[in-house]
């Protein structure tokens, strides 16, 4: 096991490495001059030049992309250049809404999948496994801004439980926090839980087909007992794997979401800086959403570990 | 008093007959076999006496364990019966444990899902013991060991362990050696008999393996179709043969062919030397992975016109060596030239070579595409040649190897569905035969069938070295087979070839340790009519 977290934690740096360089790179050959952007079309040759230097982009490209991983590693993303601000304080404030929105919905699409996913396999081809499968059809097609929108409808509008956008703040409070994040996690939620739900049914199908199944139900246990003890665990590892993407695409992919309920997240930083020109500023958002992916998948390797003893020994 | 006695039970799945008016008894500490081909409904037999039928089946009858009547039970009590008073032990051992579980636990599981006042220690240590029983030394094998850690002969008897660790009254067997080798078998079914006769347990063995079934069991019940055709105490059985599928099962099972004399030896394929290894995944980071050698050193030569045979246990080496001659892989060492020519230069199959030799594979199953018609499946060789015959030549070569190996032309447009088992290994023969090969691989080409449609395949095997001059390698595991189909046999054992020699002299007087030990370890049918009163 040790052994096996070395190594993934070896292709993880490398990963990221990799990754650094083509975000570098990219984004260099994107066109556009953040210095003439900012400056307007109007500026004298001069100032462009002062401008140039002062953002550092007249250095060589081996420079920049130098200082700027430096500068991650540091924790300094550079200054934004419409701006004018430190991009670490930037990301962090954007930050603390978004992970906790993705998280907050991650949990809600778990929750609601898992016993969708488990309910509607045991079931299989009776009423209730058609009654999940209609309703997870229903949430995959239907897209998350819908929902957000019949959310604000019905619960602030109507039933003025929730307000219907904006955020509040940490600071007045965790209970406040989370009730001001419940609406759009549940809009991001919902068609999360029915991809994972489907997911959950097809993997514990497969595995209620196996030889090991048969052998559990031969020893005397009870078909439910069966699925608990011998299909459950076995099922995990495709539904692992989207559990890792979904929470790659939560964290970054909620811009719609985040444009509904006026919510300060990454994804309208993102949107916003790359509107304004502002690379410093995408490199370092996406720079961060990258290394999420990674972090999130390495963490994904290490719970299949955990789940497959197989893997465990194939170092 | 009977143990078990199954009454007039027929089954049938959505208004589909699987078994009908079986009737089956079964006494403690009696070994009973039920055998037949595939279809006969032996397995279903041995689900019903579980209980654990698939889904729509629909069972009449009566099944008696003691007094109780297995039908009438709730599924409540069905479940603290299986596992406590019936037991049972599946025909895959690779895929009939749960692989992310210990063997320690899953043999514990059976006990404590039936008593829950043992605890888990308690369970654990008496896992340890039916470990032990069953062959599984805590040393060498504790409980915190995973299945995919295990051979397959190890892996079956941690599921013997599971059937067995209540002690229950009766332990149902279903073809629980077919995935192993015969030397495991042997152990396996030793281990069986002595704890059938250790427990007073009654045993129900489904196996289609008539030398196992004779060799193994008190009485034998024949089944086909779904009904018994006869049963009754072995000896008298084996004597008697009352009924002509009987009689027709064991003559095929022991089928015998003629092979026509060999032509004069002039060397066809030669194997100098050959080496083949495989890299293993690196241990350390910056370190040169390891190597395994699955075939070392080989060397042989085939002569045209020979029907030659390669006999080994899995993971022997056969199926590398088969293809390294493809020329599919490249080797470390050696050459293997045909008719002079390499087979593999440079990185890639020597096609002029590569047309010279065609291939059947043992699943009739897999190795079609299901997707073209039979014309296209057995003429896809014609891709290797420089110019295919087109139009009518096309056709009669179709019309001939299908009439070749006793199909008819008309078949040509069918779709391989539409073919059983026997018939699909035909047409993969029509299709090595088509280009006229100077050598045929058959890769367990019988190994998947019935021992009645292996009897025909084995006959056509026959004709057709009499009509085409065959040269063949014939790669079985198969001991019974590769005596009557090969000239001479070569017998292959940790990627080498220990012994080889006409077939006849190796299977009488085998010179080497562990050819004697295969030999000895594989179930022989007794000779009909030769039967010890």
Redesign the interface.
């Known amino acids: 096991m040790l052994r096996y977290t070395i190594k993934r934690l070896i292709s993880l740096c490398v990963s990221l490495a990799v990754a650094s360089l083509v975000i570098f790179t990219v984004i260099e050959i994107a066109p556009g001059d953040p210095a003439s952007f900012m400056l307007g079309i109007n500026a004298q040759p001069e100032t462009l030049a002062a401008l140039r230097t002062e953002l550092g982009l007249d250095a060589s490209k081996v420079e920049r992309y130098l200082s700027w991983v430096g500068g991650l590693l540091t924790g300094d993303f550079g200054t934004s250049y419409t701006y004018r601000t430190p991009v670490a304080d930037m990301i962090a404030a954007r930050l603390w809404v978004s992970l906790p929105l993705a998280l907050y919905a991650l949990a809600l699409s778990t929750l609601i999948a898992f016993p969708a996913g488990i309910y509607a396999a045991s079931r299989r081809g009776r009423a209730g496994d058609l009654g999940v499968m209609g309703a997870t059809q229903l949430g995959v097609a239907v897209p998350n801004f819908w929902f957000a929108m019949m959310l604000v409808l019905i619960f602030s509008i109507n039933l003025r439980w929730f307000s219907a956008g904006g955020f509040v703040g940490w600071d007045k409070g965790l209970w406040a926090g989370l009730h001001a994040l419940t609406l759009p996690a549940i809009a991001l939620a919902l068609p999360q839980a029915a991809i994972l739900a489907r997911v959950m049914r097809s993997a514990l199908l497969d595995v209620l087909g196996e030889d090991y199944m048969r052998t559990a139900r031969a020893k005397g246990l009870t078909a439910r007992q069966a699925l608990w003890r011998h299909g459950l665990r076995n099922a995990l590892i495709p539904v692992l794997t989207i559990i890792g993407l979904q929470f790659s695409f939560l964290l970054a992919g909620g811009i719609i979401i985040e444009q509904v309920f006026y919510l300060p997240g990454l994804g309208r930083l993102v949107f916003q800086s790359i509107s304004a020109r502002d690379l410093i500023v995408v490199e370092s958002v996406v720079m961060l959403l990258v290394f999420s992916v990674i972090v999130v998948n390495f963490l994904v390797d290490l719970a299949y570990a955990a789940v497959d003893p197989r893997l465990r020994s194939r170092t | 008093m009977t143990l078990l006695s199954i009454t007039n039970l027929s089954i049938a799945i959505h208004a589909y007959p699987i078994l009908h008016d079986v009737t089956i008894c079964v006494d403690p500490g009696e070994i009973v076999a039920v055998t037949g081909e595939s279809g006969s409904g032996k397995s279903m037999t041995a689900l019903a006496a579980?209980q654990?039928l698939p889904k729509g089946a629909q069972a009449t009858g009566h099944i008696m364990l003691g007094d109780q009547d297995l039908l009438k039970l709730s599924?409540?009590d069905l479940?603290?019966?299986?596992?406590?008073d019936i037991?049972?032990v599946?025909q895959?051992p690779m895929?009939?444990?749960?692989?992310?579980?210990t063997i320690g636990d899953q043999v514990a599981?059976?006990i404590r899902?039936?008593d829950r006042s043992v605890s888990r220690r308690d369970a654990l240590a008496r896992a340890a013991e039916t470990l032990e029983r069953v062959g599984l030394p805590q040393a060498k094998f504790p409980l915190r060991r995973?299945p995919?850690?295990l051979s397959g002969g190890q892996r079956q008897r941690v599921?013997i362990a599971?059937?067995i660790a209540l002690r229950p009254r009766l332990l149902i067997a279903d073809e629980p050696t077919t995935a192993l080798d015969v030397t495991t078998q042997a152990q396996i079914l030793d281990l069986l008999k002595s704890l059938a006769k250790a427990d007073n347990m009654g045993l129900l063995m489904i196996s289609h393996d008539l030398a196992v079934v004779a060799d193994m069991a008190d009485r034998i019940i024949v089944m086909r179709k779904g009904e018994i055709v006869e049963q009754g105490e072995t000896q008298t059985l084996l004597r008697e043969m009352r009924h002509p599928y009987t009689q027709m099962l064991f003559a095929a099972s022991n089928h015998k062919v003629a092979l026509p004399a060999a032509p004069a030896p002039t060397p066809l394929l030669d194997v100098q030397n050959v080496s083949r290894d495989y890299r293993l995944?690196?241990?350390t980071?910056f370190g040169s992975p390891g190597t395994f050698r699955a075939v070392d050193n080989v060397s042989f030569t085939l002569q045209r016109g020979e029907r030659l045979g390669l006999v080994g246990e899995s993971g022997c080496g056969k199926s590398t060596l088969t293809r390294a001659i493809l020329g599919l892989e490249q080797v470390q060492g050696g050459t293997i030239t045909l008719d002079g020519k390499p087979v593999f230069t440079g990185n890639k199959p020597n096609l002029a070579v590569r047309r010279k030799m065609q291939v059947v594979f043992q699943d009739p199953f897999g190795s079609f595409n299901p997707r073209h018609r039979v014309d296209r499946l057995i003429t896809e060789p014609f891709h290797l040649l420089a110019d295919p015959p087109k139009g009518t030549a096309r056709d009669d070569a179709i019309a001939e190897a299908l009439t070749a190996v006793g199909l008819t032309p008309d078949d040509a447009q069918k779709y391989i569905h539409e073919f059983s088992g026997g018939q699909r290994q035909r047409i993969a023969i029509a299709r090595a035969l088509i280009i006229r090969p100077d050598l045929i691989l058959f890769d367990e080409a019988v190994s998947a069938l019935d021992v009645s449609v292996r009897a025909q395949i084995l006959d056509l095997l026959a004709d057709l070295c009499k009509a085409y001059d065959l040269t063949y390698l014939f790669i079985s595991h198969d001991l019974s087979v590769v005596r009557t189909i090969t000239d001479r046999v070569l017998v292959m054992k940790s990627g080498q070839i220990i012994e080889q020699g006409d077939t006849e002299t190796v299977f009488e007087t085998p010179q080497h340790p562990y050819t004697q030990a295969l030999l000895a370890a594989a179930p022989v049918l007794p000779e009909l009519g030769e039967v010890d009163p």
């Open positions: 579980m654990l599924e409540q479940c603290n019966i299986r596992g406590n037991g049972m599946f895959e895929t009939a444990l749960n692989p992310v579980q599981e059976t899902v039936h995973y995919h850690e599921v599971m059937a995944p690196r241990t980071v």
